[in-house]
């Protein structure tokens, strides 16, 4: 059975990727799972019909049959768990890879969203120019961590798992700040990622959506 | 084998329960598992020995003989694997309920961290007054959505999961700012929550380490 997902008829990134749906179709590819996309617009984000899907009126959404998913994590790990590729089979290589899964959500990702704050939707405010450094600086209280963990490693432990894919996924938002090249093993890493052949796909895939039209 | 997590030496909420390791300890009550705790100071969070265990120098973390895990998410996970009480059986409902755990790590938590962050670090800020009610609207952005969601619902989907769990110790963080009252199916949510036997448990038990002494 062949799944739908859904992404942004066009993403505000203009194909940059940054969108998650990248994420859900990198997980995909790398599965080497098939799968329909349904675009929407974010008229219809809002409406019924897609809140049934996704309380919360986002995009992606992922529907196989009776099952419909929300939640890029949660999309991942369900993929992860019905395919080979994305988690090791010892159990606990296993709990250590989802481990990173939800490191990469709930303790990398929240002030690198703080930042895509202050810089999209506070531009404008009085306080913006003197209060982004400090917002950085809490960018990188975790990445300074997250590098001294990574070291020389090509991947967070052990081969490439679900964890690296959303681990390099939330890193990416940053490579626009210039935070990112401040850490050289950290973007050495984000680019391993984004050299892989399933990326390489998934990106082509949503930039043919995205990407500015040249007419 | 005893599991054993860490919890802070002295929490800096004084017993109120936001500290993360009441989300593993409840978790380990509603699966009925006996825990050991080590309570670590912040001088021995940011050493050598616990940031091996934990990259980002944090609790709570979890160790059952050589498996070492961190990120509350994944905690409460495992135990939800290992043991019967907070994961359904059925593989879609399965998938749904780990959804709303991502959905409360990675959708509804981050607005509230970043209340916390303007409340807590930000106070003295020249921007504080003015900025805050941005930052409660869009809390309230994503609660409107939840509640909308829940609507007359005991839990999420269905039965109490993991996913309430996570939800309901992630909306207790917004108990002091009042907004959890504006919602009154979410403030009786988490009252249902808070009433579990197993969180009553939990709770005592870090009061117990966490509450400024009398004397």
Chains 1, 2 share one sequence.
Do not use: C
């Not at 990727?17 to 990198?26: E, H, K, N």
């Not at 992860?80 to 090791?88: K, M």
């Not at 690198?112 to 506070?122: D, P, S």
């Amino acid at each position: 059975m062949t799944p739908t997902i859904t992404g942004f008829e066009r993403s505000p990134d203009g194909g940059k990727g940054l969108a998650r749906d990248t994420r859900v179709r990198w997980a995909l590819e790398e599965v080497g799972q098939p799968y329909e996309v349904r675009l929407v617009s974010f008229a219809q984000m809002k409406a019924p019909e897609h809140l049934a899907i996704h309380p919360f009126g986002q995009i992606p959404t992922y529907e196989e049959g009776p099952l419909r998913l929300f939640e890029t994590g949660s999309i991942v790990f369900h993929l992860a768990e019905q395919h080979a590729g994305l988690l090791p089979g010892d159990r606990d290589a296993r709990a250590r890879a989802i481990t990173w899964m939800f490191a990469a959500l709930n303790t990398v990702e929240p002030p690198i969203l703080e930042l895509m704050t202050a810089r999209i939707f506070e531009r404008d405010k009085p306080w913006s120019e003197e209060r982004l450094p400090l917002v950085k600086d809490r960018v990188r209280a975790t990445l300074d961590k997250l590098s001294v963990h990574l070291g020389a490693a090509d991947w967070l432990d052990g081969a490439f798992s679900a964890g690296d894919l959303l681990m390099v996924s939330v890193l990416l938002r940053l490579r626009m700040s210039g935070i990112l090249d401040e850490y050289e093993n950290l973007a050495a890493y984000v680019a391993r990622g984004e050299a892989r052949p399933a990326y390489v796909r998934a990106f082509a895939a949503q930039f043919a959506v995205n990407a500015p039209s040249i007419s």
